[in-house]
Structure formats: structure tokens, C-alpha cells
């Protein structure tokens, strides 16, 4: 069994098997490689990692000789664990599997196109229709390449996500798990972003962006932060995003290109953390520094990213 932590407000959580400790500190978008269980009903426990508080807790069997994804999905108080058995037999030669998981609980009912880049949805076919928070799909094979993917509102051609260029690679089988963005303006931020979990352990995991700027909120120097800081974020004076973690490297915004005002603000010691004024290109990605060549004012600087994000 793996675990993905996909529940956008909630600390770090432990997961339990039986009330033996299987993945500790378990942050947004974290994911641990498999790890060998006892197959049978086994108590699964979802605990906040600094409270001990439970989140959840109850039973689910496990097959014999399968091997499953447990997804912690929802937002509190109602956080569950989403678990897929996983396809493990090997796409026909020059082939890839994918399969798609629906965990972004703001995200309604939608269509998915996966294409190759560029090409026009408006005649064509969802490889999946109807899409609704916690389904999970079949099993699709496709011819190894590089691929676009396209979300839309269900049975309308309204694009609420539209993905970079990614190469699926000849042989492997991917795990595609819509999450949760943190924002309250979706339609200037996005709702949700992919991450692709492959089987094959010695393959990295990757995140699908939507084709926005990208901001990375984490910064390569981030001592004088403490652990938990949490911001809230304007645009234009405009609220964009609500607490959104500082120290979290997994944090990323996206955002159309253009100019801007960003202004983030610590809700809980009324401090404004930053406050600078931006140019970001579409396509591109961006970090929060504090080194380098800047672009505004103060100690925090925004910075070309020159670590891949997805």
C-alpha cells in the first residue's frame, strides 16, 4: 500500500494500520512508495500528526496480493481516506495506462480530454464524462507520447483545467489524482492541479499545472519563519487566497500573466510579509527568495524558479 495526503486544510497527519504507524507528518501533496501489509480487514486510523487528535477511523479489507492507493482525501471535519486498488499489469509494448482519481471536493462534476497538445476539444469526445468528487475511473491505454489534458464542466466545452505539455512514458502505468487547490478566486488561480503517481517506484511522481504563471510560496532561506506561518494573499487588492503555508515547498499559485500588486499578509499577527509589485509571463515559473536578483522591494524578492514544480 502508498499514501498521498490530498486534503488541502489539515496539518500534517499520521496514517495507521492496525495502530501501527505506516507514514508520519504526512504534508499536502506528500506520498510515500508502497509498503507491505497483511491482507484481511485492517483498522485504518487518520491521526493529526501533533495533536493525535483522530480524523478518522475505521475498517476496510484488503485483498490478497493486491496492491492499493490510500488517498486522504475531503477537508475537516469530514477528512476519509479514498483507496484505489491499483492496476499492476504492464501496458502492451510502446503503451502507457493511465487511470484518474477525482479528490478536489471544489471541483463539480466534469469531462476529461486527454489529447495531443494543441488539438481542438470542440469536436471531440471526453475520454471520461461526468467525473464527480471521490470516482475513480478505469483503466485507459493509450500510445506512449506527449499528451495534453483538458478538464471541463460536465457536458459543456468550459475548460476549468488545461494542463502543460507532459511526456507518458512507454511501459508505465500512472495514477492521475485531481486535488484540491487552495484558493477562493478560482477563476483567476485555478481550482486543481494532477498528480501523476506512476507505478514503477524508480519513476518520479510529477504535478500537472494548469498553463498559468506558476508561484512557487516557499523561499530557499525561510529561518526568521516560523514552522506554521500562513498567509493570506492579494492580488490587485484583490483576496486570491486564504492561508496559504510560507514554508511549504509543495505551495504554488498560479496566476494568468500580466502585472500585478502581490501583497501577503499574516492574518494571525497582522503583519504584512510582502508587498511587491510583479510582471509574470505566462508559462513561467517563479519563486519567493531571499537572494538574488529581484524584482520589488524588502526582504523577500521574486525570483526565476530553477527548481521544476511539475
Given at each position: 500500500?502508498?499514501?498521498?495526503?490530498?486534503?488541502?486544510?489539515?496539518?500534517?497527519?499520521?496514517?495507521?494500520?492496525?495502530?501501527?504507524?505506516?507514514?508520519?507528518?504526512?504534508?499536502?501533496?506528500?506520498?510515500?512508495?508502497?509498503?507491505?501489509?497483511?491482507?484481511?480487514?485492517?483498522?485504518?486510523?487518520?491521526?493529526?500528526?501533533?495533536?493525535?487528535n483522530t480524523l478518522f477511523n475505521n475498517s476496510f479489507d484488503f485483498g490478497?496480493?493486491?496492491?492499493?492507493?490510500?488517498?486522504?482525501?475531503?477537508?475537516?471535519?469530514?477528512v476519509e481516506p479514498l483507496i484505489v486498488v491499483d492496476d499492476t499489469i504492464a501496458p502492451l509494448t510502446g503503451q502507457v495506462k493511465l487511470r484518474f482519481v477525482h479528490t478536489a471536493l471544489n471541483v463539480?462534476?466534469?469531462?476529461?480530454y486527454i489529447t495531443a497538445f494543441g488539438a481542438d476539444i470542440a469536436t471531440a469526445t471526453p475520454r471520461f464524462t461526468s467525473f464527480a468528487f471521490k470516482s475513480a475511473s478505469t483503466t485507459m491505454q493509450l500510445n506512449a507520447g506527449f499528451y495534453?489534458?483538458?478538464?471541463?464542466?460536465?457536458?459543456t466545452k468550459t475548460v476549468l483545467f488545461d494542463s502543460e505539455r507532459r511526456e507518458l512514458v512507454s511501459g508505465e502505468s500512472y495514477l492521475l489524482v485531481a486535488v484540491e487547490l487552495l484558493t477562493i478566486r478560482p477563476e483567476i488561480n485555478g481550482v486543481m492541479s494532477v498528480i501523476g503517481i506512476p507505478a514503477n517506484a524508480a519513476s518520479p511522481r510529477f504535478e500537472w499545472f494548469d498553463r498559468r504563471a506558476q508561484l512557487r510560496f516557499a523561499t530557499d532561506k525561510n529561518d526568521f519563519l516560523h514552522p506554521d506561518?500562513?498567509?493570506?494573499?492579494?492580488?490587485?487588492?484583490?483576496?486570491?487566497?486564504?492561508?496559504?503555508?510560507?514554508t511549504l515547498a509543495r505551495t504554488v499559485v498560479n496566476l494568468p500573466?500580466?502585472?500585478?500588486?502581490?501583497?501577503?499578509?499574516?492574518?494571525?499577527?497582522?503583519?504584512?510579509?510582502?508587498?511587491?509589485?510583479?510582471?509574470?509571463?505566462?508559462?513561467?515559473?517563479?519563486?519567493?527568495?531571499?537572494?538574488?536578483l529581484s524584482i520589488g522591494s524588502g526582504i523577500f524578492q521574486l525570483v526565476e524558479d530553477q527548481v521544476t514544480t511539475d
Open positions: 500500500m502508498r499514501v498521498l495526503q490530498s486534503s488541502p486544510n489539515i496539518s500534517p497527519v499520521d496514517v495507521k494500520i492496525n495502530d501501527q504507524k505506516i507514514i508520519s507528518n504526512a504534508e499536502w501533496k506528500s506520498f510515500s512508495g508502497y509498503q507491505t501489509i497483511d491482507a484481511g480487514r485492517k483498522l485504518i486510523g487518520i491521526n493529526d500528526a501533533s495533536s493525535g490478497r496480493e493486491q496492491s492499493h492507493t490510500l488517498i486522504v482525501s475531503n477537508r475537516l471535519p469530514n463539480e462534476p466534469v469531462d476529461i495534453q489534458l483538458r478538464v471541463t464542466r460536465a457536458g506561518t500562513a498567509v493570506d494573499l492579494y492580488a490587485d487588492n484583490e483576496l486570491i487566497s486564504r492561508h496559504l503555508p510560507m500573466s500580466g502585472s500585478y500588486r502581490l501583497r501577503a499578509i499574516d492574518p494571525n499577527q497582522l503583519v504584512t510579509l510582502f508587498d511587491l509589485n510583479v510582471q509574470l509571463v505566462s508559462g513561467r515559473k517563479y519563486k519567493l527568495d531571499t537572494s538574488g
